[in-house]
Nanobody, 125 residues
Framework: QVQLVESGGGVMPAGGSLKLSCAAS????????MGWYRQAPGETRELVAT???????NYADSVKGRFTISGDKAKNTVNLQMNSLKPEDTAVYYC???????????????????WGKGTLVSVSS
């Protein structure tokens, strides 16, 4: 089973920086994309940023110019560098990936979506 594990969350004053990392493990052949979503208390989960296997990045307007997503194919990881943090960035951040891999019967599966359990980012004003 493919698993995604996030790390790097924490508490930071407004204007500070944090770097989130997500490591994927399992029977992975390739990634279509990896990305980050976030969910604030009482809110729905929203897209933050994604990166495709050829390195194309896409960002939500609310984080564009402040956050940078990057990937390391050799390590099956995706990172999110968050600069100029704002209180409204406070949320649980979830790693998300669309993966081509293998199920428990070793059958090839194309385009399966997986989620990490989340890491909390708290930005004080």
């Amino acid at each position: 089973q493919v698993q995604l594990v996030e790390s790097g969350g924490g508490v930071m004053p407004a204007g500070g920086s944090l770097k989130l990392s997500c490591a994927a493990s399992g029977k992975i052949f390739s990634f279509n994309f990896m990305g980050w979503y976030r969910q604030a208390p009482g809110e729905t989960r929203e897209l933050v940023a994604t990166i495709t296997r050829d390195g194309r990045a896409n960002y939500a307007d609310s984080v564009k110019g402040r956050f940078t997503i990057s990937g390391d194919k050799a390590k099956n990881t995706v990172n999110l560098q968050m600069n100029s943090l704002k209180p409204e960035d406070t949320a649980v951040y979830y790693c998300n990936a669309e993966i081509n891999g293998y199920d428990d019967d070793n059958d090839y599966i194309y385009g399966m979506t997986y989620w990490g359990k989340g890491t909390l980012v708290s930005v004080s004003s």
